[in-house]
């Protein structure tokens, strides 16, 4: 007739059908005969297995197909619950028992009582002065290389609070005449030969040679107590002015940075 379903697919040997995503067993009838025994010849005891993806046996791919449906009254087999749901119930399970059992163990478990004796200072542990920049003096900063050689202008910095570096002293120096906005120079510190850090900021722009000039010189200034590193600061200065690179030479750690375009020196330990 038209318009009818087709007719349901089965297996060859009648007890299986297909329902559309799996072989299913046909349900047996009332007094329908029941086999018992070994399978004999000619039995088939489980129907052939359909491709994981893709049509029934039989049936063309490459698109949409029309699958038959199960006899009429047929048991479901689907469980009431899709295999990620019980994957996940049994994740959580899982997690939630091994977190008792952790803090079961946390409990129970006793910390193993430690040596009471300290361990020896290894040679390379850092020293007290080594919070310092090594053969940097303020005066050699402010006095000699800015006042002297630059004719800038020095002066303490009553405000420490909140310096990162800890320093208990800080002196600001700054240009004369129309570049006084334009660049500075900050000295943190705890006594004279005690420099933590010495910072410079330009603000004329990344690539202005006048900005370059200050980082190269800054870089030969704290590194002239190591006269056979200080022409290799000076240079790697000049070379990466306007950028983020950072380095260490002569135990100094020279960090650029660009907001605001300035120059850190700080301890390379």
């Known amino acids: 007739m038209a318009g009818s379903p087709p007719p349901p697919l089965y297996s060859p040997d009648g007890k299986f059908y297909w329902d559309g995503t799996a072989w299913r067993p046909v349900p047996q009838q009332p007094g329908a005969p029941q086999h018992h025994g070994p399978p004999q010849p000619g039995d088939h005891a489980q129907a052939p297995s ?148 010495v910072r410079a900021r330009c603000r004329l722009g990344t690539d202005n040679p006048v900005c370059t000039s200050l980082f190269a010189s800054m870089a030969h200034t704290l590194l002239s107590s190591q006269k056979d590193v200080a022409s290799e600061g000076e240079t790697w200065a000049k070379e990466n002015a306007g950028s983020e690179e950072i380095t260490t030479i002569g135990g100094i750690r020279f960090a650029f940075n660009l907001e605001p375009n300035g120059l850190e020196a700080t301890p390379g330990v």
């Open 50 to 197: 359909p491709p994981a993806f893709g049509p029934p046996p039989g049936q063309p791919g490459g698109g949409p197909w029309a699958f038959p449906p199960p006899p009429a009254g047929a048991p479901s087999t689907r469980s009431s619950s899709s295999p990620r749901k019980r994957l996940v119930g049994t994740l959580v399970a899982a997690i939630l028992a091994g977190a008792a059992v952790g803090g079961q163990v946390g409990l129970t478990v006793t910390e193993p009582e430690g040596s009471k004796t300290p361990h020896p200072v290894p040679a390379a542990f850092p020293r007290g002065d080594q919070q310092y920049l090594r053969g940097v003096t303020v005066t050699l900063v402010s006095d000699s290389w800015l006042v002297k050689a630059n004719s800038w202008t020095c002066a303490d910095d009553p405000d420490v609070d909140g310096l990162y570096s800890g320093a208990k002293r800080k002196m600001v120096c700054w240009p004369r005449g129309d570049a006084e906005d334009d660049m500075d120079v900050a000295i943190e510190y705890d006594e004279e030969n005690k420099v933590k850090v």
